[in-house]
């Protein structure tokens, strides 16, 4: 295969910062992507209608003249949301759904939800008024191993939020683990779930053996390649339960090089080319449309896009990094191959 046309793609989970670094990595996200779920995990967290719509202004004022890009904004899920705040954003074009970060589960979620039974009240407003709840499914007990957080998520939480608010429309984002991938599968049609190229490529050899490459750190961090067999099966399988989320997630590279690394891989720069790359490794090429085009605009109820993307079969060597000076990026794959290229 020489070329590859399919409907232009969404980003179903991404982060694009705001401020200098926003300018920076944008247009990577709005070459290929006709709309992204923007995460609201800045300082301060976007937890309004208001702060959304500013922030969306922001993002908006740098998208390039020549593209055609927007934004889905997510509000920050606190211990303090009102069902006042959730009508409020179900009110709202602009705002798609609510996210929930586990107090310390990643970066900036320092303002999440310390005690999940608590926010039960906020969970009945997003089942009454039909919005989405975003999950960052991980656990964040000292005491557990960083490598269960997922499943010990799963097991301890989500079974039960799903069995309290079954109609509740739930994204577990990011997912790791073949326990998500059967969580997910076996659930209604209500609960779905993103998977990120580097998930799709790598086990955690890619993060540790040989010598520790910290652009290959990320929360929910890598796992083994059982499930990462287990992610490629989902993603390939034509189920739309699952779809497509980069969680692409820029920092700057001494903040990544350094002795307390940020959690977070650059994708933006080649998103649909690493996914185009997961999927031929799999010889399933003929489901990324499915997975990246079709089945989470299905899920959040939005049209599908009508215009196309086109991948040309085409070796390229990703750059070292992007911007310049001290506010340099090191993408996913710096310095490597990539064999699919977006025209």
């Known amino acids: 295969m020489k070329t590859l046309t399919i409907t232009r793609p969404d980003d179903w989970h991404t982060h694009v910062r705001n401020g200098a670094l926003l300018k920076t990595v944008l247009p990577d996200t709005a070459k290929q992507f006709a709309r992204a779920i923007i995460m609201p995990n800045l300082k301060p967290p976007v937890t309004t209608v208001a702060q959304a719509l500013i922030y ?16 889905l904004m997510t509000l920050y899920l606190t211990g303090t949301t009102s069902e006042a705040d959730i009508k409020l954003a179900a009110e709202s074009d602009a705002v798609v759904a609510f996210k929930l970060y586990p107090a310390g589960a990643t970066t900036n979620s320092d303002a999440g939800v310390a005690n999940i039974k608590a926010i039960y009240p906020a969970l009945s407003a997003l089942e009454k008024y039909d ?59 209500t609960i779905a779930a993103t998977i ?5 490529l790598f086990n955690r050899n890619a993060l540790l053996a040989g010598g520790i490459r910290p652009h290959y750190y990320c929360l929910p961090i890598l796992k083994r390649e059982q499930h990462r067999l287990a992610l490629v099966a989902a993603a390939t399988s034509g189920n739309p ?26 994708s933006a720069h080649a998103a649909i080319e690493l996914y185009a790359e997961a999927f031929e490794r799999a010889d399933a090429l003929d489901q990324l449309e499915g997975f990246a085009s079709f089945y989470g605009a ?22 070292s990094a992007y911007g310049a000076g001290d506010s340099t990026i090191t993408p996913l794959k710096a310095g490597e191959t990539l064999s699919w290229k977006l025209r």
């Open 56 to 71: 969306r202004d922001e993002i908006l004022q740098a998208v390039p003249v020549d593209m055609d890009f927007t934004p």
């Open 131 to 189: 919005l989405p709840l975003l999950i960052h499914g991980e656990v964040t007990d000292e005491h557990c191993d960083i490598f269960d957080r997922e499943r010990l998520f799963i097991e301890t939480h989500l079974n039960d939020i799903v069995k309290n608010f079954p109609a509740l429309r739930i994204v577990l984002e990011h997912v790791t683990t073949n326990e998500a991938v059967q969580f997910v599968s076996a659930s209604a049609n």
């Open 196 to 200: 990120t190229p580097q998930h799709l």
């Open 241 to 266: 339960k699952f779809f497509l989320g980069t969680d692409s997630a820029p920092h700057l590279s001494t903040l990544k090089e350094t002795a307390c690394g940020c959690a977070g891989c650059y």
């Open 298 to 319: 299905d899920f959040y109820r939005l049209p599908r896009n009508i215009t196309t993307v086109t991948l040309e079969k085409q070796s390229w060597i990703v750059p």
